[in-house]
């Protein structure tokens, strides 16, 4: 039995998702589109709520001396 691999297509516009549904079906190879993100949830949050509580004024700024003692 001959196993087919399975492809992940990392289009970067509408355009490119169009022109790649138009080719599958026209060689009417089985796709799914999906929306889910690679990320973990909890970890976009994260984020996202930091770039908020930055744009909030509610960030400490470093200066690079601190920045140079940080890891020591």
């Given at each position: ?24 079906k ?20 994260m ?26």
């Amino acid at each position: 039995m001959n196993i087919a691999p399975t492809l992940i297509v990392h289009p970067v516009d509408p355009e490119q998702v169009n022109v790649i549904k138009a080719f599958f079906k026209a060689l009417k190879i089985q796709f799914e589109v999906t929306k889910e993100s690679p990320y973990n949830k909890e970890f976009v949050d994260m984020v996202l709520q930091a770039e908020d509580n930055i744009k909030q004024g509610k960030g400490k700024k470093v200066t690079s001396k601190e920045f140079d003692n940080l890891w020591k």
